[in-house]
């Protein structure tokens, strides 16, 4: 089948919502393979991704940021369709799955990109969340996967979206009007998820600069596809 779907999920800490996303993931027709890097949690994350015997667990002990954990997911995957989900999503149903894929596999597009429930209300206003976690495509958008070693921890989707520009991809965005990502806050209390917050912030502008952000959303609104 030329869109056989390999997922990869990168695992950070996620003990207690990775295995709600793997019950949706396992097993689900339209993924061939489910590859989940485990990027060097120091909680139970492992324990609970082992517990689903059908997974491709790739693991190591020193946390190397999610670029790092997507490329050796690319590196293992067998498939050139790759979907891409967070480990950390709530609500997440099969459908969603089929969803996100669709696109692809029916050549509507080149690229799917989630817009989930909690999305920030800039980017509902706008259609599209430029540093969305879910996505579908070729793994070849990348060129040779090495680059992502050269990639800050949340600079993964910046790069993604230029790759895709450059490349002039259709986009399709798929809304998941059920599914949320917990804000670091929730996720680590108020004062470590403020500083989450800005880290990644300040990786994004670092990977792109603050004119970066806004000519990559104006120039990926233009790939949309209906």
Known sequence: MKNKISSIIPVYNEGQRIGGVLKILCNHPIIDELIVVNDGSTDNSLEIIKKFKSVKVINYIQNKGKSYAVMR????????????????????????????????????????????????????????????????????????IKNLKKISGFGLESFMNERIIKKNLRIKIVRWDNVISPRKSVKFGFFSGVIGDTKMVFQIIRTIGLFGIVRQIVKMKKLIVK
Do not use: C, Q
């Open 73 to 144: 997911g690319l590196n293992a995957a067998k498939n050139n369709t790759v979907m891409l989900v967070d480990s950390d999503l709530d609500g997440l149903n099969r459908k969603n799955i089929y969803d996100l894929a669709n696109p692809i596999i029916k050549n509507l597009a080149d690229v799917s990109i989630s817009l989930r429930k909690n999305s920030l209300v800039i980017y509902k206003v706008m259609g599209i969340d430029f540093v969305s976690g879910e996505r579908v495509f070729n793994k070849k958008i990348f060129g040779d």
